[in-house]
């Protein structure tokens, strides 16, 4: 009776960051489903193994045209939007609670060289010794498996021959998906400092892009007018999270350290990596974005018009 008067009195909130199942949750070998590295090494091996089959076998035969896919691509990015919507609300809510019912901890505790006592540090930095369980872990745990779903957009990209061009490589492809599916299992392996941030910042991205996705999917109006105003929160949530790691660090060398510190020092390694190869595909993409804007017939050249402020944003990767 005590959890029905909770979950009618706390609604969403009780849905989203005080259920049992989210309070109680604990990262486990032998119970969190996908959470061996075994699994992580077959799962990023069985992918790439069947995108390129798919590739090779579209490239034998000889097919240059896009698949008939109909409402696959939209339903994809509606439940991707949704579940990344869920993932941030219900992340921010139980870091919410977490700060909330922890702020005794941070207020009371003085280690060495602390400066900053304030328990929104929290969100930048775990305090050494955290274990992966209890509300934000379930969001993050949840942030990993939709890392699966959002590799299915690979088979899609390649069936309507997306993938694979000049531009658009498909080793590249698969190397930023692998790395991002490997990212997030190590955030909970290792309760990775910064994940907080990580996991709302990229929600609300993927929120954002694929509801764009969605909208242009179906063909609905507007759908080239949002892709500049697209690009300039791009580029504000990557100023945003470069202050994050700056913080991360400041906290680490000045408050007493932060937990899973090694594991942001192998994912940045990553993530600088990300960057290059983004650089060199940029590159390459504007060279062939040249290319194909010559093969825009008249027939179709006010639907290549409309097309080009959105192609790139549509199509890239988050």
Known sequence: MGIVRSAAGGGLTYWLAEHPAIVG????????????????????????????????????????????LG????????????????????????????IRETRWFWLGHRAPRRLITHPLQWL????PGTR?????????????????????RTFLLIARRRVGRPGRSL?????????????????????????????LSTTLAYAVVYGYRFWVELGLPWGGT??????????????CNLLSHLGLLLLHFCNGGCNGIGAWVFNSVLNA???????????????????ADDDCSSH?????RRGAAGVDLVNKDC
Not at 132 to 152: C, E, I, T
Not at 276 to 291: D, S
Not at 300 to 304: D, F
């Open 25 to 68: 949750f604990r990262w486990s070998h032998a119970h969190s489903w996908g959470s061996t590295w075994s699994f992580l090494a077959c799962a990023i091996a069985a992918y790439v193994v069947a995108a390129a089959a798919l590739h090779f076998l579209l490239t034998v035969l000889g097919r240059r045209r896009p698949l008939p």
């Open 171 to 199: 080793p590249c492809h698969l190397f930023v998906h692998a790395v991002l599916v490997c990212t997030s299992f190590v955030w909970l392996e290792f309760s990775q400092s910064l994940q907080v941030t990580a996991i």
């Open 71 to 98: 409402l696959l691509p939209a339903t994809h990015s509606l439940c991707m939007a949704l579940l990344s919507a869920a993932i941030f609300l219900g992340t921010l809510l139980s870091s919410a609670a977490e």
């Open 300 to 304: 179709h050249h006010n639907s290549c």
């Open 273 to 291: 990596a990300l960057l290059l190869l983004f650089a060199a595909e940029g590159r390459r993409a504007r060279i062939w974005e040249g290319i």
């Open 226 to 239: 949002l892709p500049a105003v697209l690009r300039r929160c791009q580029a504000l949530l990557v100023a």
């Open 124 to 127: 930048l930095c775990f305090p």
């Open 132 to 152: 992966p369980s209890g509300r934000v872990f379930f969001w993050s745990y949840a942030f990993y498996l939709s890392r699966f779903l959002h590799l299915l």
